[in-house]
């Protein structure tokens, strides 16, 4: 089956730094992945699309200057929370369709803190 | 329109029980109709999916109901079990107008009793 990793799973920065989160596909191409971020007990809230060798799509309300996306290759994204606050503490996670229907493979999830 | 509306929010089963989770939505475009699990701390895991010319889709002790004149689904858990015991998204997707983009419910919490 369809594999997505995420690294790290779980980060820890101060309010102010910038954090990386890097979303793999580990055994299929995606021109295509998405992140998302979910709110302890809530559902997932789509941030944007990332589209390899293209700008990302980004949802209304999520802002493209703090919230930096990279798609650098076909089995590569990575998403830059840049000049974090604590209240973007949330967990991100990514995902990738695969498959005849495209269905969603999503990654474990990165759980981030910011003090 | 996008909406797609989960209930109930939380469920507790006994085990061996049926879990019935119900979805509706607005969206006569939606073409994709998949149901995720989700454990604590881990990202969700597509359960089962159906398309809405098809009425039921059984895998092993899941099935989804679907009920295109209503615009509602369902998930049904025959037998549930303590590791059943996660969230469950019900999810649709509209690939002429939304591409790979899927939209979520709200979620429903599953407890099965042991």
């Known amino acids: 089956g369809a594999v997505v990793s995420q690294h790290p799973s779980w980060v820890i920065c101060k309010s102010g730094t910038s954090v990386k989160i890097e979303c793999r596909s580990l055994?299929?191409?995606?021109?295509?992945m998405f992140w998302y971020r979910q709110f302890p007990k809530q559902s997932l809230m789509l941030m944007a699309t990332?589209?390899?060798?293209?700008?990302?799509?980004?949802e209304q309300g999520v802002e493209k200057d703090k919230f930096l996306i990279n798609h650098a290759s076909l089995t590569l994204s990575t998403l830059t929370v840049t000049s974090a606050h604590p209240e973007d503490s949330s967990f991100y996670i990514c995902?990738?369709?695969?498959?005849?229907?495209?269905?969603?493979?999503f990654g474990p999830g990165t759980r981030l803190t910011v003090t | 329109q996008q909406q797609v509306k989960q209930s109930p929010q939380s469920l507790i089963v006994q085990k061996g029980g049926i879990s019935i989770i119900n979805c509706a939505y607005e969206?006569?475009?939606?073409?994709?109709f998949p149901w995720y699990q989700q454990f604590p701390g881990k990202g969700p895991a597509l359960l089962i999916a159906?398309?809405?010319?098809?009425s039921e889709k059984k895998e092993g002790r899941f099935t989804i109901s679907f009920n295109k004149s209503a615009k509602q689904f369902s998930l049904h858990i025959m037998d549930s079990q303590p590791g059943d015991s996660a969230t469950y998204f019900c999810?649709?997707?509209?690939?002429?107008?939304?591409?790979?983009?899927?939209?979520f419910g709200a979620g429903t919490r599953l407890f099965v009793k042991a």
């Open positions: 995902s990738a369709p695969q498959g005849p229907s495209y269905e969603q493979y």
């Open positions: 055994d299929f191409q995606a021109t295509t």
């Open positions: 990332s589209n390899e060798g293209s700008k990302a799509t980004y």
């Open positions: 969206n006569t475009a939606f073409d994709y």
């Open positions: 159906i398309r809405p010319d098809v």
């Open positions: 999810a649709a997707r509209n690939r002429a107008t939304g591409g790979f983009k899927t939209i």
